[in-house]
C-alpha cells in the first residue's frame, strides 16, 4: 500500500507533463511577457517581425503567443503614437535602445521618451487620443527593428492648427 502514493505521483507528474506538451504551441500571457511579446498579438505582427529579424527561434515564439487575425484590416492596425518607455538605469543593458534615443527619436517627432524607475525597454503605443492602446517589450530589439516597426506602425493623426 505504501508504494501505491508514489507511484500515483509518478503517474499525476507524467500526465502534467504529457499535457502541456499536448495542449499545442500557444503559450500564456506570462510566459509571453516574460519572452517580451506583451501586446504584439495579432500573428500578422509575427510575420512582419519574421521580414526584419532573422532569428527563427525569436519568430517562432512570437507565433506561440499571437492571435490569429479574423479580419484583414486588423493587420493594418496603426497607432497615433508612442511612447518609448525605459529605466535611466537601465539604459547602459540597451545599447540599441540607446542608439535610437540619441540618434533617430528626432525623425519621430509623435514618439516621446519617459523615464521610469525600474522599467524594462517597452514600447506604449497610443490612440488618437493620446490613451494607451497596447505595450510591447523592445529589450531584445535593434534599433532598425525599432525604427521600421514605428514606421509601419505609427500614423500621426493630421492637426487642424
Known amino acids: 500500500m505504501d508504494r501505491s502514493i508514489p507511484v500515483a505521483a509518478v503517474v499525476a507528474v507524467v500526465l502534467m507533463c504529457c499535457s502541456g506538451l499536448c495542449r499545442g504551441e500557444r503559450l500564456g500571457a506570462r510566459e509571453c511577457e516574460d519572452l517580451g511579446f506583451t501586446g504584439l498579438a495579432l500573428c500578422s505582427d509575427c510575420n512582419a517581425l519574421a521580414e526584419f529579424v532573422k532569428d527563427q527561434e525569436l519568430v517562432e515564439d512570437c507565433r506561440k503567443c499571437c492571435t490569429e487575425d479574423t479580419d484583414d484590416s486588423i493587420s493594418k492596425l496603426t497607432f497615433s503614437g508612442a511612447i518609448?518607455?525605459?529605466?535611466?538605469?537601465?539604459?547602459?543593458?540597451?545599447?540599441?535602445?540607446?542608439?535610437?534615443?540619441?540618434?533617430?527619436?528626432?525623425?519621430?517627432?509623435?514618439?516621446?521618451?519617459?523615464?521610469?524607475?525600474?522599467?524594462?525597454?517597452?514600447?506604449?503605443?497610443?490612440?488618437?487620443?493620446?490613451?494607451?492602446?497596447?505595450?510591447?517589450?523592445?529589450?531584445?530589439?535593434?534599433?532598425?527593428?525599432?525604427?521600421?516597426?514605428?514606421?509601419?506602425?505609427?500614423?500621426?493623426?493630421?492637426?487642424?492648427?
Open 84 to 161: 518609448i518607455e525605459v529605466c535611466m538605469r537601465k539604459l547602459v543593458f540597451y545599447p540599441e535602445v540607446v542608439g535610437f534615443l540619441e540618434e533617430d527619436k528626432d525623425d519621430f517627432p509623435y514618439v516621446e521618451a519617459r523615464y521610469s524607475y525600474g522599467s524594462p525597454p517597452k514600447l506604449i503605443m497610443l490612440d488618437d487620443k493620446g490613451d494607451q492602446k497596447e505595450t510591447i517589450r523592445i529589450d531584445n530589439w535593434k534599433r532598425e527593428h525599432i525604427r521600421q516597426f514605428l514606421k509601419e506602425k505609427v500614423k500621426p493623426v493630421k492637426s487642424d492648427s
